[in-house]
């Protein structure tokens, strides 16, 4: 008999319905804009013919609409719990409710025994929802629901990294590059959306039963309602996507209302939303950019210096040179001539393709230069390098951070650090003696740049360019932290909850973003951290305001060349001059005319690191294949192999094979510290009787097995992998899984203590709680200590003694075996890295020592980087193979792990061989590594030596791996090139 | 002025005479607590200023000084103590550090190493660091943990653990706002008169003032009325300081809940409880074994008669004794389970759940290292086992916003007072059908 209100205010638009006796009388659905207490008024006064008059009940609901709620005095409902209310009242046979909303991602259990229910919400570091989708439609340059229509059309789903909307951004850029599908790209975003929502979520949970679908992209995407009923396994009985999907909150906000009894009138309301004073602003807010206009046209003049003179093709005759930077999201290029004018210059969004922008564009220089101007040389950078490279003949290829430092170096010969955001990646690198010496790029996690604003501007209805010249005034910019996009997004949802001026906001973000770079990215301490001769590029310090936040935040003034965002382009083009070529190799206009590309995606198959490869055709048949990390699917002539430990450790691993010894079969998970354990447990358990049967190596699909048992989703990687391999144990059959606790690990006597980290100690008692699939089997998780040899024997005598009947000598015995064996192991690893380094030496190789953990030999961990660095004519050796040989004594760390020890001891090892370098691999979310890291860097850096890290995680993409390690390679020529011409000045002066 | 002397490693020692002249600062944790070990601190001729400062800045200092992956508390300590530093409040040539480090495989026990590196990194590499620790480690000559003032720092912690417990028993049902607050500033005072004479800070005077200060709360008019009860359990700095965790127990108290937080006592018999365990899983230590017993027995000792005194009052609910705790965690983690909060993380959660507290509150640092497991890792089987069980984790980080963190836990709060409203009906339907449908209707 009554009339209720339900107000859903969510982080981006605004939903209203108005009901009567479970009748719908109005709804509306609108962006608000940040206009919260705005656009609810104006909602509710479209609503007057049918409130004015009634006495009614009303509620709101939603992430942000708790402003309101305390201005009108109205009731306020937490919104996962309205949408209990729902659920409860109309469809009380669910099981499941899956919501997607704009920034966040919820699920609801229902126990429908007890009409109990459990709720998941989106933590800090998730980002797979509608805000995702849309950025990821900006990203191909499709509407959102074309971006849906293209997904219905796909024939293949690739693997993209599903925990975070930047990751997956990184994993698709690399896909686009190389010319995969749009359709293929736009159902692996939503499948990526479906496996976010599934690990992230879910966290140990099985997704069953009746499954509710709410929230708008689950209403709007109807390529995301297929990836969820069928990764689900669901069947239309099981799969509800309502009508209602869109106000299921505001429905139940509705609800709530007529239960809470809460009465208002139409004119009473209307005045309180009127009248009521936007929320106090509590949000930190900042100094503005820019005092006055005065302070920005000073600021503008002194940018105004550094200018390259742009003049036309059209004026010129005589030899020029080409530069292409492929990037991520935009494809920039520039004409040179002799004497290093800009002749052309082109800069924009690659729209998915950027052979064809290239294309296009070589067409119409060649066209314009004619006769007049001969081309004499050309090169690319950039993600899509070796692609342009290959499609159009260019004559070099140089890695993206050689490019920028030529094109810095032009501006300031003196140049001491060079910061470049693009679109999507930060670069910046230290010049040491005209030497790159520190590269940073921004790991996957924190990649809040030029892209980001981009998307955000689009969702409060304004383009980048002017979006950020809002900020640039802004009296009280917005304190948004600075860490990655996401929390940016949240932090957003803050200020508008505050009621910030969308101007606020714009300078907020800026000064994130610059932020972001500098404390994220860099690390930097203190503005000399950074250097005295700042050169800062890429298109996104185009913008002023990142421009201005930048030199607040340095406290210097930093130069920011004109073409900012052709930097990477014309770098490549003063590079292709150094060539000193007679012609360049470049495709000529006629060839162009008739050039044709295609592009479809296989599965290599010949190892079993299954990369997705992309076949590029062109014209003539000549083909191009992409996504590799060998050369093996190339059909090339292998190289002689080169020693790869992680290769050799592996399967040196692998070959141990179970015996039956009349205990029966006992599984064992092989990863984490069984990679560095495994020879003893095995010879142990053997010895006891037992048949050791190891889980296979990790692959995607092995993790994806038991994915929804993961309890923490920001754990790292090779743990994820764990409970893949409790399933492959299972599915081998075993009814005995025998994986100890561990806090202790071997006391090499090189640190204060010898403990494993965390994660890896107590995994094992995780897994007891998370996988209901152990219950049906014996699962041997005990606490052992392999620190005290003599001990151990007494306490694994009475763990097994009892258990299987062993007596205590053969115990006893088999301790003192698998001891030796593991002895052997190490010393076996030892002679190994010798042999490696004498081979290296014997035929001129470089060494690397690829330092991480005893499990990062795992290739679905480091996803091939191994045979990566053997590509490019590296020898490599593991960390442990030569820790032994370096005593870095007294760090400036409590050096308590083992694992850890041996990092610092093979660095300071490394410092003493010209001929090696280390290069660590962390693990993304790895504690641990927030120390070591620094500490290793510090001991090589002491010495004079490179530090490089490669950070991985699940994501399946080498790009930035390549660009270390390609970097390394050219920084190491260069000093190597310097210290000859030092030898050779000293000589001369001798 | 007291000379700089360096030990072989080359660390700045703190000196007989620092002990003399220097002002130690150290982070803050919990304000009571820390109030009072200031006052037993000087009573050993220690001059410990925990500092209370905070706002955005430390954090900024935080993010510019520790790799920003290192977890949230360090980031905040280390923060806050250059944040003093630089105010210029303090003599540079005359103050000193203090930070605790507990010695386990838990990341925690490298804040002093990544503080001297900060310290280092602002040109402050001359300011001497001290190391609490009951390890052994990091030696001083001018500073030494007697047993003196072990016992003081004890009873220090028997005190806050009881102010705080009944300030959170009363506070949400006091007639006059913020009585139950100023009670406890009254005793601090108390208290800290008392501390300034070694005679006053006794077993005995600490048996003697249990009770008052427990009458003392009782008197404090209150109008009792059925209030949810939210447990705050985590990683002990975001538990406890209010720094890390914006503000959460003044939060909490804002949504009308009874805040229950399990006291500072069992994480310290918790710290000991692993020496002793140590030896039983992996064998040696007899005497450690030993020594770390017989502490065991007297920190466990303090906390019964706490519980004792508590028991007097029966208006106030008594903390669990730690080993009941220790009790309940048997089929979920093992003893071994001692990095960070280790098994005592998950067996607050279930001593809550079972003493009438099912929800809660999990906070940790953003990508905490040993929650992975003892926390976010064990809320499935713990819910499982105990359906009434209603918890949420929240993550902390420079980054995380209070919007977001405080939905969620509202969320918690809504679904907690729905199974309260459901248990009422469950209640009528074991009555008369008119009766339960007046009772509905009204």
């Keep these: ?290 005092q006055n206009q005065e302070e920005y046209d000073a600021f503008t003049a002194r940018h105004n210096q550094a200018m390259i003179p742009m003049k036309n093709l059209a004026d010129y005759s005589g030899d020029a040179y080409i530069g292409i930077d492929c990037g991520s999201t935009t494809t920039k290029l520039v004409v040179v001539g002799e004497n290093n004018d800009i002749l052309y210059s082109y800069y924009n969004s690659n729209q998915g393709n950027p052979v064809e922008i290239v294309r296009k564009q070589l ?345 929804d048992t993961i309890p923490s989703d920001t754990v790292c990687y090779p743990a994820k992998l764990m409970h893949g391999h409790i399933v492959n144990l299972l599915e081998k059959g075993v009814k005995r899984i025998f994986y100890p606790c561990m806090p202790y690990n071997f006391d090499e006597k090189k640190g204060d203590n010898h403990y494993n980290c965390p994660v890896v100690a107590y995994y094992p008692e995780l897994l007891d709680a998370n996988m209901e699939v152990l219950e049906d089997v014996s699962y041997d998780h005990g606490y052992f200590g392999l620190h005290r040899p003599k001990d151990f024997e007494k306490k694994a005598y009475e763990h097994f003694g009892n258990k299987y009947g062993v007596s205590r000598p053969l115990v006893q015995q088999a301790a003192r075996e698998a001891f030796a064996v593991y002895d052997a192991w190490r010393w076996e690893i030892q002679q190994e890295g010798q042999r490696a380094i004498a081979y290296a030496r014997e035929h001129g190789k470089k060494i690397i020592v690829l330092a991480g953990r005893p499990y990062h030999i795992d290739p679905e961990i480091n996803h091939g980087i191994d045979k990566l660095m053997t590509s490019f004519d590296l020898v490599l050796v593991t960390e442990d193979a030569v820790a032994g040989l370096g005593d870095v004594g007294k760090v400036h760390v409590l050096n308590q792990w083992t694992y850890h020890s041996r990092l610092y001891n093979a660095a300071d090892y490394v410092t003493t061989q010209p001929d090696m370098e280390l290069v660590q691999i962390v693990s993304f979310g790895c504690g641990i590594d927030a120390i070591t890291t620094d500490e290793v860097r510090a001991i090589l850096e002491s010495k004079g030596k490179l530090y490089t890290q490669l950070k991985i995680d699940e994501i399946n993409n080498l790009g930035a791996v390549k660009i270390r390690i390609r970097s390394l390679l050219a920084a190491i020529r260069e000093k190597e090139a310097q210290q000859k011409h030092e030898l050779k000045m000293e000589r001369g002066i001798s | 002025m007291a000379e700089i002397i360096r030990d072989k490693t080359g660390r700045i020692l703190f000196t007989k005479e620092m002990k003399q002249e220097f002002t130690i600062l150290a982070p803050n944790m919990l304000p009571t607590h820390f109030k009072l070990f200031k006052m037993a601190f000087a009573l050993h001729g220690y001059k410990v200023v925990p500092l209370e400062t905070t706002g955005r800045e430390i954090v900024n200092e935080g993010l510019k000084n520790v790799h920003n992956d290192t977890c949230y508390p360090a980031l905040l300590v280390i923060g806050q103590l250059i944040h003093a530093l630089k105010s210029g409040e303090y003599d540079l040539d005359k103050t000193a550090l203090l930070i605790t480090q507990t010695g386990g495989g838990c990341r925690a026990s490298n804040y002093i190493h990544l503080l001297r590196k900060a310290l280092k990194k602002s040109g402050f590499e001359n300011i001497p660091v001290v190391s609490l620790n009951l390890s052994g480690m990091e030696k001083n000559p001018g500073f030494k943990l007697t047993f003196g003032l072990i016992k003081k720092l004890v009873y220090s912690i028997v005190y806050g653990d009881l102010l705080m417990l009944l300030a959170n028993q009363v506070r949400p049902y006091e007639l006059e706002a913020g009585a139950a607050d100023r009670l406890v500033d009254r005793w601090v005072n108390v208290l800290s008169e008392e501390y300034k004479e070694a005679k006053n800070v006794t077993y005995r005077r600490v048996k003697e003032n249990m009770p008052r200060i427990l009458q003392d709360f009782a008197d404090i008019p209150v109008h009792k009325t059925e209030k949810i009860k939210v447990g705050i359990v985590g990683e002990i700095y975001v ?180 199974m309260q409203k459901m248990m009422q009906y469950n209640e009528l339907v074991d009555m008369e059908p008119e009766m339960k449908e007046t009772v509905s209707e009204a």
């Excluded at chain 1, 719990?81 to 659920?87: M, P």
């Excluded at chain 1, 185009?542 to 930048?550: E, K, P, Q, V």
């Design chain 1, 1 to 290: 008999m009554s009339i209720s209100m339900g107000i859903d205010i969510g982080s981006t638009t605004a939903k209203v319905v108005i009901t009567e006796d479970d009748q719908i009388l109005f709804e509306c659905y609108e962006r608000h804009f940040s206009q919260v207490r705005q656009k609810t008024l104006e909602i509710i006064r479209r609503a007057e013919p049918i409130l004015a008059g009634k006495r009614f009940s009303a509620a709101v609901s939603g992430s942000a609409g708790l402003g309101v709620a305390k201005a009108a005095e109205i009731p306020f409902v937490q919104e996962v719990f309205a949408t209990g209310e729902l659920v409860r009242k109309k469809i009380p046979d669910t099981d499941v409710v899956i919501e997607l909303g704009g920034e966040d991602a919820k699920i609801l259990f229902f126990d429908r025994r007890t009409g109990a229910f459990e709720e998941r919400m989106n933590g800090s570091c998730a980002g797979g929802t509608g805000a995702f989708i849309d950025q990821m439609a900006t990203l191909l340059a499709v509407a959102p629901d074309e971006l849906d229509r293209l997904s219905q059309d796909h024939k293949f789903i690739y693997t993209i990294a599903s925990r975070c909307g930047v990751f997956a951004k990184s994993d698709i850029q690399p896909l686009l590059n190389q010319g995969a599908s749009k359709s293929d790209i736009a159902a692996s975003i939503f499948q990526a959306v479906v496996d976010q929502t599934i690990t992230g979520l879910a966290q140990g949970r099985k997704i069953q039963g009746k499954v509710l679908f709410l929230g708008g992209p689950l209403h709007f995407f109807k390529g995301l309602q297929e990836r969820f009923v069928e990764t689900l396994r669901l069947d239309e009985n099981t799969s509800v996507f309502p009508e209602y999907a869109l106000y299921s909150v505001s429905l139940g906000a509705s609800i709530y209302a007529q239960e809470e009894n809460s009465s208002f009138d139409y004119d009473t309301l209307v005045q309180k939303l009127e009248t009521a004073a936007d929320e106090a602003v509590t949000t930190l807010r900042l100094q503005p950019l820019f």
């Design chain 1, 363 to 707: 067409m119409r220089i060649l066209h314009e230069c004619g006769e007049r101007i001969t081309i004499k040389g050309s090169a690319v950078t950039g993600y899509g390098e070796d692609l342009i490279c290959n499609a159009f003949h260019a004559d070099t290829g140089l890695v993206e951070t050689m490019a920028h430092l030529k094109a810095a170096s032009f501006f300031n010969p003196k140049v001491d650090f060079v910061l470049d955001i693009g679109g999507q990646d930060i670069k910046c690198f230290k010049i040491r003696n005209g030497v790159i010496d520190n590269i940073v790029l921004n790991e996957a996690c924190s990649s809040g740049c030029g892209s980001f604003i981009e998307t955000f501007a689009k969702s409060m209805g304004y383009d980048a360019a002017s979006f950020a010249k809002l900020g640039l005034f802004a009296e009280h910019p917005v304190d948004l932290g600075s860490r990655c996009t996401v929390f940016m997004n949240s932090s957003v949802k803050q200020a508008q909850k505050e009621g910030a001026t969308i101007e606020d906001i714009s300078a907020g973000l800026s000064m994130s973003v610059t932020k972001n770079a500098i404390y994220k990215v860099i690390r930097a301490v203190s503005k000399e951290d950074l250097g005295t001769n700042i050169v800062v590029q890429g298109g996104t310090f185009l913008n002023d305001a990142i421009l201005r936040s930048f030199e607040l935040e340095v406290e210097q003034n930093v130069i920011r060349p004109s073409i900012s965002g052709l930097m990477g382009a014309y770098g490549a083009a003063l590079y292709a001059k150094e060539l000193r070529l007679d012609r360049s190799e470049l495709m000529t206009l006629e060839e162009l005319e008739h050039f044709t590309h295609s592009s479809k995606t296989v599965s290599c198959g010949l190892c079993n690191n299954n990369c997705n490869l992309t076949v590029n055709t062109f014209s003539g048949g000549r083909r191009f294949i992409s996504g590799n990390r060998c050369e093996k699917p190339l059909g090339r002539k292998e190289n002689k192999e080169l020693p790869n430990m992680f290769a050799w450790k592996l399967q040196k691993l692998r070959s141990l094979k179970g015996v039956d010894g009349g205990l029966g079969k006992i599984g064992i998970p092989m990863g984490l510290n069984m990679y560095e354990n495994i020879p003893f447990w095995y010879a142990f358990l053997t010895r006891l009787g037992f048949e050791v049967v190891l889980s296979d190596v990790s692959t995607r699909a092995l993790y994806r097995k038991s994915q």
């Design chain 2, 239 to 418: 538990k406890f300081a209010p720094l890390g965790n914006n503000n959460l127990e003044a939060f909490l108290h804002g949504e009308d809940v009874e805040v229950v937080v399990p006291g500072l006592m069992d994480f310290v018999i918790f710290k000991v409880d692993n020496r002793y365990v140590d030896p039983e899983i992996y064998g040696g230590g007899k005497l450690k074994h030993l020594i770390a017993g017989w502490f065991e027995r007297y920190l466990m000792g303090w906390q019964d008669d706490m519980i004792a005194a508590i028991r007097e009052f029966p208006q106030f609910d008594p903390p669990s004794r730690f080993n009941r705790i220790k009790e309940l965690v048997k089929d979920y983690v093992g003893y071994g389970n001692k990095m960070g909060e280790g098994w005592l993380l998950t067996g607050e959660m279930l001593e809550l759940v079972h003493s009438g507290t099912p929800n809660i509150v999990c906070t940790q640092p953003f990508g905490c290292l040993p929650n992975h497991v003892a926390g976010k890792g064990m809320m499935r089987k713990i819910k499982e086992k105990n359906p009434a069980a209603n918890i949420v984790a929240i993550d902390y980080d420079p980054g995380a916003t209070a919007i977001n963190q405080e939905n969620r836990i509202k969320l918690m709060i809504a679904n907690a007072k729905r």
